[in-house]
Each structure stands twice: as structure tokens, then as C-alpha cells.
């Protein structure tokens, strides 16, 4: 099994993580996730290990109802739509008619335009303009990525997270940068503003966030605001 599941399977559990995100980014313009028995037997064994203790969010390369009605079957929470919903909003659409409540759209920009394909390219839609409109077909919750940041470990780009959160009445989930304590103090005191969460990956894989300490850090911060 490849080193980030068995991480995966390990960690996840016992940090008091609200979630797990898996990614398939190999998919994302290539062939559809679901020829990949490699990917198929990750994600089964991810959600054998956290036995339905949190949810689990799944995105890269999802274009087909099928293959949302499959992870969902499969125990998945949520899937996360990016490139396509963009390319083919129709399907989107479809998507949060079909499995309500389960859909997630993930918009990466770049100054304020979303980038498909693995970031391969950029379009010329601004992210405010789509995410509204995604907003009305209902999609759950929004993932905004900064992929000027996403891997950098420079810090969470809050002050264009925000500004999109305000637009919007669908949570957002914050993506790229995020390094270490003070980024999730900085998340959380925005958290009002419609942040539900954020995603990380190397700071954790590299060592500048100790997960379990970060997301106890989030709980007695979201805590105190709520006694407030």
C-alpha cells in the first residue's frame, strides 16, 4: 500500500481531525479515477481505518454520476468536483440534484481566476463570478485554493478567502499554504466570517504542523468564540 494511505490510515484516526481529504490528483485529466485499482484500494483501505469515525472527502478527476454513486456506495462522505464543474457545469448541476448534500466544488485560482486541469491552465472566469453560481445549484461547500500558495508553506492567503467567503452563504474550506500553529489562529479568528475548515498536507508530511496540536488548537479557539 503506498506511504500516504498507510499515513493516512495511521494518522487520521487519533488526531481529532474533523475529516479526511484524499486527493487523486493523477486523475484530474487523465483517466477516470476509478481505472485505477491502485487508487481503488487506497481509498477503501482509508476508510476501513477510520471506520466511520469522521467523514471522508474524495475528489480528482470525478466527471460521471457513476462514479459519484460508486464512492458514495463505497462509504465516502463527500465528493469534491473542480475541472469538471468548470468545463461542464451542467453536470454539476445534475450532481447536487442527484446526491444532495454530498457534492463539494473545488474552485483554484490564481489573482482571482480559476485555473482547471491541474492548474495547467488558467481561464479567464473571475472565482467569485463561479462560485456564486455553483452556490445556486447547490453545492454543500466550497474548497478555494490559492495555487500561488498551495504547497508553499507561506500561510493561508486569508484576506482573498474572506473576501470570497462574504459573497457567499455556502461555507468555505480553506486550501494552500497553510504551515503551521499561527495560520490556524489566524483561520479561526475568520471562522465567522463562513470558514469551516481548512486543508493541509505537507506541513504535515514535512513537520512544521503537528496535526493533533493544530486541530486542538481550532476546537478551544472555535470554543471560546462560542462562549463569547
Same mark, same amino acid.
Given at each position: 500500500?503506498?506511504?500516504?494511505?498507510?499515513?493516512?490510515?495511521? !494518522?487520521?484516526?487519533? #488526531?481529532?481531525?474533523?475529516?479526511?481529504?484524499?486527493?487523486?490528483?493523477?486523475?484530474?485529466?487523465?483517466?477516470?479515477?476509478?481505472?485505477?485499482?491502485?487508487?481503488?484500494?487506497? =481509498?477503501?483501505? =482509508?476508510?476501513?481505518?477510520?471506520?466511520?469515525?469522521?467523514?471522508?472527502?474524495?475528489?480528482?478527476?470525478?466527471?460521471?454520476?457513476?462514479?459519484?454513486?460508486?464512492?458514495?456506495? !463505497?462509504?465516502?462522505? $463527500?465528493?469534491?468536483?473542480?475541472?469538471? /464543474?468548470?468545463? &461542464?457545469?451542467?453536470?454539476?448541476?445534475?450532481?447536487?440534484?442527484?446526491?444532495?448534500?454530498?457534492?463539494?466544488?473545488?474552485?483554484?485560482?490564481?489573482?482571482?481566476?480559476?485555473?482547471?486541469?491541474?492548474?495547467?491552465?488558467?481561464?479567464?472566469?473571475?472565482?467569485?463570478?463561479?462560485?456564486?453560481?455553483?452556490?445556486? $445549484?447547490?453545492?454543500?461547500?466550497?474548497? $478555494? &485554493?490559492? =495555487?500561488?500558495?498551495?504547497?508553499?508553506?507561506?500561510?493561508?492567503?486569508?484576506?482573498?478567502?474572506?473576501?470570497? /467567503?462574504?459573497?457567499?452563504?455556502?461555507?468555505?474550506?480553506? *486550501?494552500?499554504?497553510?504551515?503551521?500553529?499561527?495560520?490556524?489562529?489566524?483561520? #479561526?479568528?475568520?471562522?465567522?466570517?463562513?470558514?469551516?475548515?481548512?486543508? &493541509?498536507?505537507?506541513?504535515? $508530511?514535512?513537520?512544521? !504542523?503537528?496535526?493533533?496540536?493544530?486541530?486542538?488548537?481550532?476546537?478551544?479557539? *472555535?470554543?471560546?468564540?462560542?462562549? /463569547?
Amino acid at each position: 500500500m503506498p506511504q500516504f494511505f498507510q499515513m493516512t490510515r495511521r !494518522l487520521w484516526p487519533s #488526531s481529532g481531525s474533523g475529516r479526511a481529504r484524499v486527493a487523486c490528483t493523477w486523475s484530474t485529466s487523465t483517466a477516470p479515477p476509478l481505472a485505477s485499482q491502485k487508487n481503488q484500494a487506497g =481509498i477503501r483501505a =482509508i476508510l476501513e481505518g477510520v471506520n466511520g469515525a469522521i467523514p471522508v472527502q474524495l475528489g480528482g478527476g470525478i466527471r460521471d454520476l457513476d462514479t459519484i454513486e460508486h464512492y458514495l456506495d !463505497l462509504g465516502v462522505s $463527500y465528493v469534491i468536483i473542480g475541472t469538471a /464543474a468548470v468545463k &461542464t457545469p451542467g453536470f454539476l448541476r445534475d450532481a447536487c440534484s442527484a446526491f444532495t448534500g454530498h457534492v463539494y466544488v473545488g474552485l483554484d485560482a490564481r489573482d482571482g481566476k480559476v485555473a482547471v486541469d491541474g492548474w495547467s491552465k488558467l481561464t479567464g472566469h473571475d472565482v467569485v463570478d463561479l462560485a456564486k453560481k455553483f452556490e445556486e $445549484y447547490g453545492a454543500e461547500a466550497l474548497i $478555494y &485554493t490559492d =495555487i500561488g500558495r498551495d504547497g508553499m508553506l507561506t500561510g493561508v492567503n486569508i484576506e482573498a478567502t474572506v473576501a470570497l /467567503a462574504r459573497q457567499l452563504t455556502m461555507p468555505i474550506i480553506a *486550501s494552500g499554504g497553510l504551515a503551521n500553529l499561527d495560520d490556524v489562529t489566524a483561520l #479561526s479568528k475568520v471562522e465567522s466570517e463562513g470558514i469551516m475548515g481548512a486543508i &493541509t498536507g505537507r506541513a504535515v $508530511y514535512q513537520g512544521t !504542523l503537528d496535526f493533533s496540536a493544530a486541530q486542538k488548537l481550532a476546537d478551544e479557539l *472555535s470554543a471560546k468564540k462560542g462562549k /463569547a
